[in-house]
Each structure stands twice: as C-alpha cells, then as structure tokens.
C-alpha cells in the first residue's frame, strides 16, 4: 500500500489550496459544462471561450477533494491558448496516466501521425492517484467535463 | 447491565491490520461487521442442509424450510410483531420500500393524493415514491426540518392535509436524529394515513416494537444488524399486507396458475418472488440471536455512552474548527457522526484515516436532500455499533489534527 505523500504530493497541495484560473466567463460569448461526482459530491463548473480551433481562455469553480479541485486547476493551466485536437490529445494521454484507455479506434487516431505527444508537465504529480483507484474519477472529473463541452460544441 | 468488555473477539474481521494498523471500524450506518455465530450458521446451512424451501419433500429440504421459518419467527418477536406471517423477507429496505411504493402506491395514489416524507430521509424512501408520482400523478411533500437537525412538527397538520401515507425514518442515517415516530403515527391515523417507517438505522440500535411505535410498515435491512447483505424485512399489519396486491411475480408467490391467470399464495409468500435468500436469512435470524443474547437496551445503553464520550472528546479538543451535524444531545440521537473537520474535503479526510486504519464513510450518505439542507456537498461520517469503545473514538480523534495540518489553506 502507498502512504500518503504519493497521493498528495506539493505541487497538488499548492493547486488545491491556490486554484490557478478561477473564475467564470460570461455565458455567451462562453461556453458552460459542469460536471458532478455523484458518489462524493465533488462538482466542477467550466467556462470556455473559443477562438476558431483554440480554447482562447477557460475558468473553473467547483467543490471538491484536494484531488479533483486541483486536478481542475492543473488541467486549466494546461489548456489554455491550446487547439481541441491538442486538447483532446492530452485529455486521453492524461486519462491514460490514470489507467483509463479509451476506444482502440480513438486511441489509434491519439498517436498516429498528426497528434504528436505532449508534455504532462504538473500534471505528471497526479500519477499517483492511479494507486489509489477510488480517487482515479475525482482525478478525471474536470478532463470529463471539459470533453463534454466539446462534444456539446461539437468541435 | 453493560456489553461485554471482549465483543471484537466475536468479529474476525476486527482482528485484521490494514495500512499497518488495527483496523478501527467506525462505518456501521453502512454496513455492520458479523459475528462469527452469523458467518457459521451460513456455513452451516449450505454444508449441512442446502435444499431448496417450500418444495422436496426429503429430509434436508424439510430442515432447510425448517430454519428459514425458524428466522422468521425469531425476527417477529425481535421487532414485536403480533404473527411471523408478517415478516416479508426482501433484498434490502430499499427493495421493501419499493414493494411497498409499487403494491400499495399503485393500488391506492393518484392525482390530487399525497405523500409526506421528510428532508431527512434516504434515497430509498424518496426515490421510489418518485417513480411512481411521475406514473400517478400523486404529490411528494416533504416535513422540514428545525436548525438542530430535528423534523419540525409545527406546521404538520397543514402538511397532512390530504396524505395518504406518511413514510419516515425512524433515525437518520445522518445526523442520528431520532424521530418521535409514535406522534407523528397518531397525527398520521387522525386523518386516515397510513405510517410507513425506515427502521434500517433503528432496528439495528434500539430495542423495537412495532406496536408501540404505532407503525403500518416497518422497512429495515439485514446487513446493518450484524446480519449478511442480500436479506431485508418489510413488516405489515396483516389486514393491510392482506390488501395489498403482489409486488414480483413467479414461483412461490402463487397458490395456482392457470392459462387465465394466477391465484396469489398467502402472506408472507405472496411476497416472496422466487427461491428467497436461504442462507441469509438463516444468518439474519442467528444475528438476532446474537443482539438479543446481548440485550437491545444494552445496546443502546453502550451507544449512548459511547455518543455521549465521542461528542465531548471531539469538542473539547477541536471545538469551534469541528463541525458535528444533528442533535447536540446523546440521548437524542444514535451513534451517527456527521463531521466537517475544518475546511478539510471529506474525501481527504477519510483517505488519511484510512492509512491510520480507520474505516469511515465519505460522502452524501444517499441523502441528497438532507445534504442540500445542511449546505455541503458531502460529509464525513463515522457511526458506532456494538463492538467499537472509547479506544476506537480516541484513534479517531487523534487523527483529525494531522489531516488539518495536511491541508491547511
């Protein structure tokens, strides 16, 4: 069994106790998704703003564990100013991390020759969560919810 | 008379270590942990005389029947109901809430009818209700609660007007409260009612006795009582059980069935769908034997006391940075503690315990109204039974601080 310190590592602290992009954009321009938890009541709301293919800015609240409030954060650092495909891209690395792979046809698609792989960069320090695998949906709750509001988008 | 001071020796999963620790098991409003009487008449059965009920004619099959009656019987005195023919065995309460939400909800709601439940009840006792209101058209209404966690009763006779069923908990799953069920009983039969009761947090702590609560229904689950999963009651009044059409249809539940149709068995069996769970039931009907070898004002003695020393301890180190939802009083609630611990994430707060070994629950507690009412999104709840002591409330309160200090803001 892992003790605590690969669970909640400094960085995902600092995340947590100083969300990075918090906030909302107005609804339009912006897009709105919120996400829920229903087993532990963690919820996440995002605003996102495009410009043409690219999340021009994104803000988020919510409620939560350390976990999923700061998995937010790191995930709101990571996409600003990046294409949907990028996004997408990192979103299925990110959940791949978490042991979560997706449809083979998608996944083929992900590291095929158009999709380079990105740099986790933080977002590595959530590794750690895989260990503990009730935690992996706070982990993925705001990667979700930002995938569904691409999907309502349609982009 | 006191429980005996050696009880966790009569559970062997309370022996084990995990993450390095004694386990401390303090999430018994889920799921109790079984003696080992429990675990050995099930063994027994299925080594000894594993037949189906109701049926062969032979020597095993005949004993099997035997001690699934026998359970019966054992659960009726436990809970003072007047006949064993009373004693429907279900899955779970929330399958006996279903039952009774699809028999009786069905046969006798429809627009312009209502029922009242309250702000404090489980999923189980909502959910069902609205399923069928979207079907009937009946309207779910809802008693409040007061600031201290109690049901407030001061507007119930507006609340009544038009009910035909009242149906709430007997103590929250949450917040312990301890509802005065017989009062609200008798306002219930005032103006025609019928009272509906969720034991699942009662029946398992206090000594019970359906007459005297006043009830109609009583719905409680097995596994919460030091019994297996998989096995729960609904107790009725006979003349209402006897009124009420069958819920699931099949085997055992019919006295003939003809290509026109089918004549339903009598009660209990009316009720009972299918080969029932055998074995558990005969482990529910030895951990009645266990809590009654106990004594249930003993058991709800040792609750009180040990409420009464985890409110004051968890006070007197932590005061204004612990928040204990429900009752402020042991006597007035059961051993169900809802904490908030700081601005700690309940999620958070049970992870570090868990590495010091104890067990509690992180979560809504399948209350989500109840949640929305107290302004959390999640609680973290430790709940005490029979075998846990003032050791166990001491690691629990030891642990609080260095989860805080983890995360601080």
């Known amino acids: ?155 | 008379m006191s429980l005996p001071s050696d009880l966790k020796s009569n559970f062997p999963l309370l022996s084990q270590t995990v993450n390095g620790h004694q386990i401390i098991y303090l999430d018994s409003a889920s799921s109790s942990q079984k003696p080992t009487v429990v675990i050995e008449a099930m063994n027994d059965y299925y080594r000894t005389i594993n037949a189906n009920v109701h049926r062969g004619a032979y020597e095993i099959a005949a004993q099997a029947t035997e001690a699934m009656e026998r359970a019966r019987a054992r659960l009726a005195t436990f809970i003072g109901a007047p006949s064993a023919n009373e004693i429907v065995f279900t899955k779970n309460a929330t399958e006996s809430f279903n039952l009774i939400a699809r028999s009786w909800g069905g046969d006798n709601l429809g627009p312009g009818d209502v029922v009242l439940i309250s702000d404090m009840e489980h999923h189980a006792n909502i959910v069902p209700w609205q399923i069928l209101s979207a079907e009937k058209g009946f309207e779910l209404r809802w008693i409040p609660l007061t600031s201290d966690g109690h049901l407030d009763l001061s507007q119930l006779d507006r609340l009544l007007d038009g009910v035909k069923m009242v149906s709430v908990t007997a103590m929250s799953n949450v917040l312990g409260t301890l509802n005065p069920i017989r009062e609200i009983a008798d306002r219930a039969h005032s103006v025609g009612a019928l009272m509906a009761v969720d034991g699942s947090q009662y029946v398992p702590h206090l000594p019970t006795d359906v007459v005297e609560l006043g009830a109609d229904l009583l719905c409680f689950t097995g596994h919460k009582m030091c019994g297996p999963t998989g096995i729960g009651v609904l107790w009725g009044r006979t003349e209402l059980l006897e009124a009420m059409p069958p819920f699931l249809g099949g085997g055992e539940m019919i006295l003939d069935v003809r290509r026109d149709g089918f004549t339903p068995n009598e009660l209990p069996h009316k009720f009972e769908a299918g080969t029932p769970p055998i074995a558990e039931i005969i482990g529910l009907g030895a951990a009645v034997d266990f809590l009654e070898s106990l004594g249930m004002s003993n058991v709800r003695q040792h609750e009180i006391d040990l409420t009464d020393y985890a409110l004051r301890v968890l006070n007197d180190r932590y005061g204004e940075e612990l928040t204990i939802h429900g009752p402020p009083n042991a006597s007035e609630r059961g051993g169900v503690l809802s904490i908030q611990y700081q601005d700690v994430h309940p999620h958070d707060l049970s992870q570090v315990l868990d590495q010091r070994g104890i067990c509690v629950r992180a979560g809504h507690h399948c209350a989500k109204p109840l949640m929305r009412e107290l302004g959390v999104g999640a609680t973290a709840r430790a709940s005490l039974y029979v075998y846990n002591d003032e050791a166990d409330i001491d690691a629990l309160t030891a642990s609080l601080a260095p989860a805080g200090e983890l995360f601080a803001r």
């Not at chain 1, 495009?50 to 999923?68: A, F, H, K, P």
């Not at chain 1, 320090?125 to 992996?136: D, H, N, T």
């Open chain 1, 1 to 155: 069994m892992s003790g605590l310190e690969d669970l909640y590592k400094e960085i995902i602290l600092d995340h947590y106790r100083s969300p990075r992009h918090h906030g909302e954009l107005e609804c339009p321009p912006a897009h709105k998704t919120e996400g829920f938890n229903p087993l532990c009541g963690d919820e996440v709301s995002l605003t996102f703003e495009l410009q043409g293919e690219v999340i021009r800015e994104l803000l988020i609240t919510g409620q939560g564990c350390s976990i999923s409030q700061a998995s937010a954060s790191m995930m709101s650092t990571a996409v600003q100013g990046k294409s949907v495909d990028e996004v997408r891209n990192l979103t299925r690395q990110f959940k791949a991390m978490m042991s979560i792979h997706e449809e083979s046809i998608g996944a083929e698609d992900a590291t095929s020759k158009d999709a380079k792989p990105l740099e986790l960069g933080d977002l590595d320090a959530l590794k750690g969560v895989v260990k503990f695998p009730v935690r992996i949906k706070c982990a993925t709750l705001s990667w979700n919810t930002l995938l569904t509001g691409l999907d309502e988008l349609e982009v």
